[in-house]
């Protein structure tokens, strides 16, 4: 059973434009909600994270937008550029250690 | 940017074989995780420390998976005997504290043949 579920699987945008890659989750006990990316040949490194109290966490380039009612989240990457290109992870916790990760998003930015 | 090292980055073994990888937790951070990330990016926890002591572990690790975080020594996760289904990226992450943000090494890829 997927806790986590991102779509779409893959996704291709070209260079300037936003790139949006969503994620839902079913336990309503998730309260802490990391984004990470990983790019081929590397482990997972943490991009940007939201807690179930806030509703947009914004770092640059990258948004989170969270709506708990719905269970859904959002992470909007404005001005992609080619670099950006690697696979995110939507992940989710509850108070405790586990960490629960999607099975990721492969971004393509297109110059 | 992380620096959880974790060597070899490359494993390959045949079935039945042992197979054992390491990992250096960030400096100052005393808890260390490992996972499976499988070729469908699955991620499976395996098990956590916090400096010597087992904190959590799942069922399969108890079978042929062993591990152990001693002190001023690497971490290490060892499969008694590998079997295809093993062939994955083992990830270590290390944090501040249980419930902190982890942060992950590079990956030691085990290819079972």
């Known amino acids: 059973q997927q806790q986590v579920r991102q779509s779409p699987q893959s996704l291709t945008v070209w260079e300037g434009e936003t790139a949006i890659l969503n994620c839902s989750y079913e336990?309503?006990?998730?309260?802490?909600f990391p984004w990470y990316q990983q790019f081929p040949g590397e482990g997972p490194a943490l991009l940007i994270s939201?807690?179930?109290?806030?509703d947009k966490k914004e770092d640059g380039r990258f948004t989170i937008f969270f709506n708990k009612r719905e269970k859904k989240l959002s992470l909007h990457i404005t001005d992609s550029q080619p670099g950006d290109s690697a696979t995110y992870f939507c992940?989710?916790?509850?108070?405790?250690?586990?960490?629960?990760f999607g099975s990721g998003t492969r971004l393509l930015v297109s110059p | 940017n992380s620096k959880v090292i974790q060597t070899p980055r490359y494993l390959v073994k045949g079935q039945g074989q042992k197979a054992k990888m390491r990992c250096i937790p960030e400096?100052?951070?005393?808890?260390v995780f490992w996972y499976q990330q499988n070729k469908n990016n699955e991620f499976k926890f395996l098990i956590n420390?916090?400096?010597?002591?087992?904190?959590?572990q799942i069922d399969m690790t108890e079978k042929r998976f062993s591990a152990e975080c001693p002190s001023n020594s690497p971490c290490s996760l060892e499969i008694q005997s590998s079997e295809a289904g093993d062939s994955a990226l083992y990830l270590c992450?290390?944090?501040?504290?249980?419930?902190?943000?982890?942060?992950f090494g590079p990956g030691t890829r085990l290819t079972v043949l």
């Open positions: 400096k100052g951070h005393p808890v």
């Open positions: 992940a989710a916790r509850t108070g405790g250690y586990k960490v629960v």
């Open positions: 420390f916090q400096n010597q002591e087992v904190l959590q």
């Open positions: 939201i807690r179930s109290v806030s």
């Open positions: 336990d309503s006990t998730f309260n802490y």
């Open positions: 992450a290390s944090s501040l504290e249980n419930y902190a943000e982890q942060f």
